[in-house]
């Protein structure tokens, strides 16, 4: 993975933060839970009780309209965590947090988590962080959503993915360490599952990417950021 000021330069919507450190917010008693993929972790105008750093696993983030439609905002993995955005204002959840997979979290109260940033500097940088990382990915949504089209969506996220975590190959070309479904994707760039996989069939086809096992691995960077830089 790169640095996190790299990943902060060119946000992926995929935030996995194993190197972040939250430790001085925990207690000896603090629990480890437990959701199912599908479970909600907390709801959109809930208050803010506690926040939840996750361990394993992933945690997506969605606005709700009064109708019930959803907009999939960011995906929340390793040592990220969620329910910050919305620990500093009205005390209300502004997004609904759900499982995207099984996940292992470990809860932090609302005012131990105040307590943590204001005697940890640390802990305070990483939320800043995260809050900082989450605005940028919302412009960046705002703008594909309004202008970019589908194939161009899919493509903006795959380069901040190979940008943020992109490992380079032994026979060339650039993995891409997080492994993300085509139902994430679809989440994620408010496509259907099926577009998506026509978009990265075209990709491969064209020699642009390819896959190892569950990664993708992308073959012409140049190329695709030329794509991803034409909308």
């Not at 790299?6 to 992926?12: E, K, L, T």
């Not at 926040?51 to 993995?77: C, N, T």
């Not at 499982?99 to 307590?115: F, I, K, M, W």
Request: proline fraction near 3%.
């Amino acid at each position: 993975m790169n640095k996190t000021t790299d990943a902060a330069a060119s946000p992926s919507a995929w935030i996995e933060l194993p190197h972040f450190d939250w430790t001085p917010l925990m207690t000896d008693d603090t629990p480890t839970v437990r959701f199912g993929k599908g479970e909600t972790l907390f709801s959109q105008g809930d208050a803010v009780r506690q926040v939840y750093v996750v361990e394993e696993g992933r945690v997506r983030l969605l606005l709700l309209s009064a109708a019930g439609h959803e907009k999939h905002m960011a995906i929340v993995g390793t040592r990220g965590m969620v329910g910050e955005c919305s620990a500093f204002l009205d005390g209300r959840h502004s997004v609904t947090a759900v499982a995207s997979s099984d996940v292992v979290a470990r809860p932090v109260g609302h005012q131990q988590l105040l307590d943590g940033m204001a005697r940890h500097p640390a802990c305070l940088r990483q939320v800043l962080w995260l809050v900082n990382v989450k605005l940028r990915i919302l412009a960046n949504q705002n703008l594909l959503l309004s202008q970019a089209t589908a194939a161009q969506r899919v493509i903006h996220h795959l380069v901040q993915l190979a940008d943020t975590y992109g490992e380079a190959e032994k026979e060339g070309g650039t993995r891409i360490g997080v492994a993300f479904t085509h139902q994430e994707m679809a989440n994620i760039t408010g496509l259907s599952r099926v577009m998506v996989s026509n978009v990265l069939i075209q990709l491969h086809e064209q020699g642009l990417t390819d896959k190892s096992k569950s990664h993708c691995v992308i073959r012409d960077m140049q190329g695709l950021r030329q794509r991803a830089a034409a909308m």
